[in-house]
T-cell receptor, first 113, second 115 residues
Framework: DAGVIQSPRHEVTEMGQEVTLRCKPI?????LFWYRQTMMRGLELLIY????????DSGMPEDRFSAKMPNASFSTLKIQPSEPRDSAVYFC???????????FGPGTRLTVL | AQTVTQSQPEMSVQEAETVTLSCTYD???????LFWYKQPPSRQMILVIR??????QNATENRFSVNFQKAAKSFSLKISDSQLGDAAMYFC????????????FGKGTKLTVNP
């Protein structure tokens, strides 16, 4: 079985540019999560969807961040404009709602210069 | 708000020995899940073990087992017969039963396995 797929694996961009991270959840999973990992703040939830609907976006840092889930097999996290403090590893995870186990993708390492 | 605390930033163990990683959490909920995730240098987050709070029996997965003390809000991970491949960051995490599916993570413990 394919796990959670994220692209790109690495992204280097300059301040002010738009960044789009992509995620394909495990087939059949109906909850999708975006987490960010930094040295200072550790792992924190940005937003999660259930059945393609955003449920909790309280972790989205500011209006520069947006996330969409147009269908059950695809989600994007967009940062516009990007800033150096957005440099982090961004993980996507998916689960069957209510089952508790979240399976993580390999992450995208974002560097904003 | 729920919080998860891992008080050991770093631990080390000799190959083939046993090590225990500590985790405490704070919640007012009675039903919840607890997890241990492993993050090797590849940075992939790997689910190691899950515990449902309503179960009194401690979860085990091969060489990995937990000591779940609900009243003390403690959830430690024991790794038996440690192997070089166990070297990684280990994160303890909490999730409510029902309601939000959000995982709340501790800051992690870096485990070194010495040959």
């Amino acid at each position: 079985d394919a796990g959670v797929i994220q692209s790109p694996r690495h992204e280097v961009t300059e301040m002010g540019q738009e960044v789009t991270l992509r995620c394909k959840p495990i087939s059949g999973h109906n909850s999708l999560f975006w987490y960010r990992q930094t040295m200072m703040r550790g792992l924190e939830l940005l937003i999660y969807f259930n059945n393609n609907v955003p449920i909790d976006d309280s972790g989205m840092p500011e209006d520069r961040f947006s996330a969409k889930m147009p269908n059950a097999s695809f989600s994007t996290l967009k940062i516009q404009p990007s800033e150096p403090r957005d440099s982090a590893v961004y993980f996507c995870a998916s689960s069957l709602a209510g089952r508790g186990k979240q399976f993580f993708g390999p992450g995208t390492r974002l560097t904003v210069l | 708000a729920q919080t998860v605390t891992q008080s050991q930033p770093e631990m080390s163990v000799q190959e083939a020995e046993t090590v225990t990683l500590s985790c405490t959490y704070d919640t007012s909920e009675s039903d919840y899940y607890l997890f241990w995730y492993k993050q090797p240098p590849s940075r992939q987050m790997i689910l190691v073990i899950r515990q449902e709070a309503y179960k009194q029996q401690n979860a085990t997965e091969n060489r990995f087992s937990v000591n779940f003390q609900k009243a003390a809000k403690s959830f430690s991970l024991k790794i038996s017969d440690s192997q070089l491949g166990d070297a990684a960051m280990y994160f303890c995490a909490y999730r409510m039963e029902g309601g939000s599916e959000k995982l709340v993570f501790g800051k992690g413990t870096k485990l070194t396995v010495n040959p």
